[in-house]
Structure formats: C-alpha cells, structure tokens
C-alpha cells in the first residue's frame, strides 16, 4: 500500500486538487468597469422609468428624449463647437490658476512670513465663490475670456496650493535626509525628493482644481452667455432653456457629465494607475 502511494506520488508531484470554475458572472463582476457600467444602466433605466411615469417633457423629458437631443447636437456640430470653446477656455484659466499656485507655494515653502501670507490669503479667499467675483472681473477686464480665466483661475489656485503645501510638509525627514546626502539641492531636490514623495496630494489637488474649475466654467458661462450673446456649454443650455428645449438642456448637462468622467478615468486614473499606483503608494 506504502509503494503504491509513493509511486503515484512520483507521477503526480503537484496537489491533486479540483478548481471549481468561476461563473461568468463572478468574473464580470470582480470588473470594475462591468460595475461602474451596470450602475449607469440601473440609472438610465430609472431615469426612464420616472419620466414615463411623469409624462411631462417640458419638466423631465426620458432618457432616450435627451439621447437624441444630444446626437442631433454633436451630428449639427453646434454642442461640438461649444464643448471646445468651453474646453479652450477651460484648460488656459485651469493653467493660469495652477502656475500662480505653484508660485505662491515657492513663496510658502520659502520663509515663515511666506507661510504666513499664503495661509491668510488662502483663509481669506478659499471661501469666496469663484463665481461671486464675476461681475467684478467684468468690470475690471471686460466682457471677454479674460473674465472667465479670472474667475477659473481663482477656483484653482487655493486648494492646489493648498496641497502642494501639505505634500510637501508630508515628505518624510527620512527621505529629505537621503536627498542632502546625494547632495541634491534647489530643482533637483524638488524634482527628485519632493515631488515624487507628495504626488499623491498634488493628484488630489489638481483633481480638486479641475473640479472646480469646471462647475465654475459652466455657472459663469451661464451669466457671461446673457451678456456676451456667446459662449460655450453653459450658455447651450440657457440659450435652450429659453426656448423651451428641455431635452437639449439635459443634452447639455450630460455632456458636462460625460466630459467630467472622460478626464477622471482617461486622465486622473490613468496618471495615478502609471504612477502613485506603481510605486505602492495607494492601493
């Protein structure tokens, strides 16, 4: 009985264990996208259901009313061409906004009363509505983009500051040590040491800033749209709005939910899976 075991031992090293196979489901499910997916179908099939239930398309129009409100927009080119003019302008007021904060927290980083003036202006500013300022970046820079770049530039600037600051204040004494040792200094600390280190809350904070910077686009243009006669996204949806286009207005809200969830998950994601991801700083 012992030889016979053995031997088949000898034929079969490996552990003679049976896999059970894993359902189809299972296996849709461990997939994120396959989640995130069903959760959108639940909502579209609700947001049907309760507009047919309403019957109301002047107060709530179906999902497949808006659908089609939105492929006629993109095939005219009309909801196109004002996506990129809200893009255009969003991307310069987001790229101002992140170069002033960085400078400002150079100047934070530098000395104590730099400190000092960066938490007091953040304390005095971060709490103001980007949109309040509006009417006073008319007045004083006219109607125009530049209007809108000020005000984008101020939903921007004060949290990512904010977390260059604290990025950088988290950074390890440990790892600043190894930095002086290999004796970088100026840049190429920064760049090799610090940067690196905080990425993490720089991620958070440029996700932060475009967040507001978008919602901030969209309400601005709304006000700038009535008194330019011109704008992008969110004056597609006043201009519609006015004239009784429901199904066009919920045109235009999706697409600034489709653009928001297009830059987290092929941008933000894609930045944080090929870096923060990589080097085992998030899981």
Known sequence: MTDKFFDIAARHPEPLTTQVPIA????????????????LTVLAAAWQTYSRWLDNALLF???????????????????VDRILTSLGVLLLGYAVGLGIAVALAIVAMSSKLG???QATLTAMFNPLPAIALLPVAMLWIGLGTGSLVFVL???????????????????SPTLRMVGRNYGLNGIAYIWKILIPAAFPSLLTGLRLGWA???RTLIAAELVFGVSAGSG????YIYENKNQLEIASVFAGLSSVIII??????????LIEAKTVRRWGMAT
């Open 24 to 39: 189809l489901w299972r296996r849709l499910y461990d997939l994120e996208w396959c989640r995130r997916l069903l959760v």
């Open 61 to 79: 129009p179906s999902f497949t009313e808006t659908l089609s409100a939105l492929i006629d927009g993109l095939k005219s080119g009309v909801l």
């Open 115 to 117: 400190r000092d003036l």
């Open 153 to 171: 530039a101020h939903s921007v600037i004060w949290s990512f500051s904010l977390s260059v600051i604290s990025g950088f204040d988290g950074v």
């Open 212 to 214: 507001f910077a978008w």
């Open 232 to 235: 992008g996204l969110g004056w």
């Open 260 to 269: 928001g969830l297009v830059v987290e998950y092929l941008i933000f994601r």
